[in-house]
C-alpha cells in the first residue's frame, strides 16, 4: 500500500467506536456473510448479474464460512492472521475483517514480503473498521517480520484504491486480468512496513 513511507499504524486497540480482535472460529459464518456483502457493494456494476448471485446464494456462502473457519482454527502457517473489527460492546458480532499472511505471487518472497488477501467492512457499519483493519494489518505483519505488503485491487473499484493510496500504498506496476464471466482488469499496490511495527 506504498513504495516508500509505511503503512499507518494504530495497533489491535480500541479506536473512536470500535476495536480489532484476532477471529475466533465462532466468526467464521460472519465474515462469509460480510464477504459477499461487500462483494456485492463493491464489484456487482463490473462483474455479469449471474456470476453475482452464484458468488451469493446460500451454498456459496456455507463454503466460504467452512473456509474461513478452516483458515481461522488451522491456518496454513503461524504468519497467516485473521483480523475482525466489531463495535465497542458487541465483541462477538464483527462488523469487517482482514487476512494477512506470506506474500503468494512469484515475484515476490514470502519471508519478508507480506500481502493482505482480503479486507471487508459491513456495507454501511463503516466507523473507521476499514482504518483500523488496515492499521491493525500493517503491525501484525510487521511484527511478523515482514518489511512489505501488497494486496490486489480491481481497477474499476476507485473506493478502494482511493482508500489505499491515502493510506500510503501506490501501484507497483504489476496488474493483470480475473475472468469473473468478462475479464476483470486487477492492480498491485503495496507499501513498506515500519520497523519494530
Same mark, same amino acid.
Given at each position: 500500500?506504498?513504495?516508500?513511507?509505511?503503512?499507518p499504524g494504530g495497533g489491535a486497540g480500541p479506536g473512536a467506536?470500535?476495536?480489532?480482535?484476532?477471529?475466533?472460529?465462532?466468526? %467464521?459464518?460472519?465474515?462469509?456473510?460480510?464477504?459477499?456483502?461487500? =462483494?456485492?457493494? &463493491?464489484? !456487482? @456494476?463490473?462483474?455479469?448479474?449471474? $456470476?453475482?448471485?452464484?458468488?451469493?446464494?446460500?451454498?456459496?456462502?456455507?463454503?466460504?464460512?467452512?473456509?474461513?473457519?478452516?483458515?481461522?482454527?488451522?491456518?496454513?502457517?503461524?504468519?497467516?492472521?485473521v483480523l475482525v473489527a466489531y463495535v465497542a460492546g458487541a465483541?462477538?458480532?464483527?462488523?469487517?475483517? %482482514?487476512?494477512?499472511?506470506?506474500?503468494?505471487?512469484?515475484?515476490? =518472497?514470502?519471508? &519478508?514480503? !507480506? @500481502?493482505?488477501?482480503?479486507?471487508? $467492512?459491513?456495507?454501511?457499519?463503516?466507523?473507521?473498521?476499514?482504518?483500523?483493519?488496515?492499521?491493525?494489518?500493517?503491525?501484525?505483519?510487521?511484527?511478523?517480520?515482514?518489511?512489505?505488503?501488497?494486496?490486489?485491487?480491481?481497477?474499476?473499484?476507485?473506493?478502494?484504491?482511493?482508500?489505499?493510496?491515502?493510506?500510503?500504498?501506490?501501484?507497483?506496476?504489476?496488474?493483470?486480468?480475473?475472468?469473473?464471466?468478462?475479464?476483470?482488469?486487477?492492480?498491485?499496490?503495496?507499501?513498506?512496513?515500519?520497523?519494530?511495527?
Amino acid at each position: 500500500m506504498g513504495t516508500s513511507g509505511s503503512a499507518p499504524g494504530g495497533g489491535a486497540g480500541p479506536g473512536a467506536a470500535g476495536f480489532v480482535r484476532a477471529a475466533r472460529s465462532a466468526d %467464521a459464518a460472519r465474515l462469509a456473510r460480510i464477504q459477499v456483502a461487500s =462483494w456485492r457493494a &463493491t464489484i !456487482g @456494476e463490473m462483474i455479469p448479474e449471474e $456470476v453475482v448471485e452464484a458468488l451469493s446464494d446460500d451454498a456459496s456462502v456455507a463454503g466460504f464460512g467452512e473456509r474461513w473457519a478452516q483458515a481461522i482454527g488451522s491456518p496454513p502457517t503461524s504468519r497467516h492472521k485473521v483480523l475482525v473489527a466489531y463495535v465497542a460492546g458487541a465483541i462477538s458480532e464483527p462488523a469487517g475483517f %482482514a487476512s494477512v499472511g506470506p506474500a503468494t505471487d512469484e515475484d515476490r =518472497w514470502p519471508g &519478508t514480503d !507480506g @500481502e493482505l488477501y482480503e479486507l471487508h $467492512v459491513q456495507p454501511g457499519a463503516d466507523d473507521g473498521h476499514a482504518e483500523r483493519l488496515l492499521h491493525s494489518a500493517a503491525d501484525t505483519l510487521a511484527e511478523d517480520g515482514f518489511q512489505t505488503v501488497s494486496t490486489w485491487v480491481l481497477a474499476g473499484d476507485t473506493g478502494r484504491m482511493a482508500f489505499l493510496t491515502a493510506a500510503g500504498w501506490a501501484p507497483d506496476g504489476s496488474q493483470m486480468n480475473l475472468d469473473m464471466g468478462v475479464q476483470v482488469p486487477v492492480v498491485r499496490l503495496h507499501t513498506l512496513l515500519a520497523a519494530g511495527a
